[in-house]
């Protein structure tokens, strides 16, 4: 499940490369190396969400499922040279927490 956020996670940051280069034609927006790269990663993400929701719990795989948000934040940072913003520090903060006040025993 983690390597599946993180393989979806580069999928994403390839699309958003993809999505900041000039095309000679709409079609090529779609059809170029990067966009197929990502889509057939995104595609073996969902089968490995699926093999792992065989053998983990959903509450878990849910968790686990939204750590990717994490991964976009630091992947976003590294390879696109994105600022970390207080918005994003606070949005991932809250992921956190979220995923902390989910797992709380009453």
Same mark, same amino acid.
């Given at each position: 499940m983690l390597i599946s956020g993180l393989l979806s996670s580069c999928a994403q940051i390839l699309l958003k490369k993809s999505s900041q280069q000039k095309r000679a034609h709409i079609i090529y927006e779609f059809l170029n190396l990067k966009v197929i790269?990502?889509?057939? +990663?995104? &595609?073996?993400?969902? %089968?490995?969400? !699926?093999?792992? &929701?065989?053998?983990? *719990?959903?509450?878990?795989?849910?968790? %686990?499922? *939204? +750590?990717?948000?994490?991964? !976009?934040?630091?992947? *976003? =940072? !590294? &390879?696109?040279?994105?600022? !970390?913003? =207080?918005?994003?520090?606070?949005?991932? &903060?809250? +992921?956190i927490f979220g995923i902390l006040v989910f797992n709380l025993k009453f």
């Open positions: 790269v990502a889509y057939l +990663i995104i &595609f073996a993400c969902m %089968l490995l969400v !699926i093999v792992a &929701f065989k053998s983990l *719990s959903y509450k878990l795989g849910t968790i %686990l499922e *939204s +750590i990717s948000y994490l991964y !976009i934040l630091l992947l *976003s =940072r !590294i &390879f696109l040279n994105e600022k !970390i913003t =207080r918005k994003k520090l606070l949005g991932n &903060f809250l +992921i």
